[in-house]
């Protein structure tokens, strides 16, 4: 199995940067693709974005497109979220996921492949 543990959450005031890691553990070679989740007070858990391993074609919700960017480290089988231009509605939990089932571009957007899960990390944007 895999084993997940998000880090670099905190507290940020709008309009500034912050830089998420995932650090994954375990049978790491059979990952296919990781992503970012988030959830906030009273929403559902949404979509943020998710890098595919073996070529890393990134996806990208539209509330988050242009501003954050999702990169991953092979060697340190780590993946990243850099958040720039933050907004107060960014606040949420941030989880990281992988899943080693090959999905497709639909579904590499929803959390149902996922099959591995961080504890998620709290991102608090105040305006």
């Known amino acids: 199995q895999v084993q997940l543990v998000e880090s670099g959450g905190g507290l940020v005031q709008a309009g500034g940067s912050l830089r998420l890691s995932c650090a994954a553990s375990?049978?790491?070679?059979?990952?296919?693709?990781m992503g970012w989740f988030r959830q906030a007070p009273g929403k559902e858990r949404e979509f943020v974005a998710a890098?595919?391993?073996?070529?890393?074609?990134?996806y990208y919700a539209d509330s988050v497109k242009g501003r954050f960017t999702i990169s991953r480290d092979n060697a340190k089988n780590t993946m990243y979220l850099q958040m720039n231009s933050l907004k107060p509605e960014d606040t949420a939990v941030y989880y990281c996921?992988?899943?080693?089932?090959?999905?497709?571009?639909?579904?590499?957007?929803?959390?149902?492949?996922?099959?591995?899960w961080g504890q998620g990390t709290q991102v608090t944007v105040s305006s």
């Open positions: 996921a992988a899943t080693r089932s090959t999905v497709t571009v639909q579904q590499v957007m929803d959390s149902r492949p996922y099959d591995y």
């Open positions: 890098i595919t391993w073996n070529n890393g074609k990134t």
């Open positions: 375990g049978r790491t070679f059979s990952t296919y693709a």
